[in-house]
T-cell receptor, first 115, second 113 residues
Framework: AQSVTQLGSHVSVSEGALVLLRCNYSSSVPPYLFWYVQYPNQGLQLLLKYTSAATLVKGINGFEAEFKKSETSFHLTKPSAHMSDAAEYFCAVSPTTSGTYKYIFGTGTRLKVLA | GAGVSQTPSNKVTEKGKYVELRCDPISGHTALYWYRQSLGQGPEFLIYFQGTGAADDSGLPNDRFFAVRPEGSVSTLKIQRTERGDSAVYLC???????????FGPGTRLTVL
């Protein structure tokens, strides 16, 4: 069965510092991978997705993620944190085999940006 | 264009009552998904519709939960005999076709007293 692990339920960075949010997946075949952001009392907004094209994926708001098959990872990065990046971030996996299209989410990482 | 909308945004009910949660997907999207997000957790899959039919309902926790999509657009999630453990945010998502990127609504926060 597929699963997603997000290391660190809370991450704090200073404004202007590098943001690194970790995501590892478990799957017998490379899945599709997603990062979503959730602001307080709002739904999930897609940041970026990997669907077996380029392994380095650029998303909105300056975020990017790199798919590393050998490490089964899809870590999210941003070179310079902004106060507006404070939110909860979810990594999700979707199987590429047919029959089901549900997303399996990690437990989330809450990002705090310090002034 | 308009995104996925969900009503109500908040619902407070008493244990044992029946509730209905509504989802309006993005116009033209054929696939619709329901997820449940408990406090401090990621969303968990409940059910997925392709058109009018439930293609995968493996995530429904028990037979108190039921969902319909009679005309292939709007969907209603129905919960009978609500329990305090049903308290969560219920998220709806839609995609143009199955397997395409899912776009999420703002959710309905259900509180069972």
């Amino acid at each position: 069965a597929q699963s997603v692990t997000q290391l660190g339920s809370h991450v704090s960075v200073s404004e202007g510092a590098l943001v690194l949010l970790r995501c590892n997946y478990s799957s017998s075949v490379p899945p599709y991978l997603f990062w979503y952001v959730q602001y307080p009392n709002q739904g999930l907004q897609l940041l970026l997705k990997y669907t077996s094209a380029a392994t380095l994926v650029k998303g909105i708001n300056g975020f990017e993620a790199e798919f590393k098959k050998s490490e089964t990872s899809f870590h999210l990065t941003k070179p310079s944190a902004h106060m507006s990046d404070a939110a909860e971030y979810f990594c999700a996996v979707s199987p590429t085999t047919s029959g089901t299209y549900k997303y399996i989410f990690g437990t989330g990482t809450r990002l705090k940006v310090l002034a | 264009g308009a995104g996925v909308s969900q009503t109500p945004s908040n619902k407070v009910t008493e244990k044992g009552k029946y509730v209905e949660l509504r989802c309006d997907p993005i116009s033209g999207h054929t696939a619709l998904y329901w997820y449940r997000q408990s406090l401090g957790q990621g969303p968990e899959f409940l059910i997925y519709f392709q058109g009018t039919g439930a293609a995968d309902d493996s995530g429904l926790p028990n037979d108190r939960f039921f969902a319909v999509r009679p005309e292939g657009s709007v969907s209603t999630l129905k919960i009978q005999r609500t329990e305090r453990g049903d308290s969560a945010v219920y998220l709806c998502a839609s995609s143009l076709i199955p397997g395409d990127t899912q776009y999420f609504g703002p959710g309905t926060r259900l509180t069972v007293l």
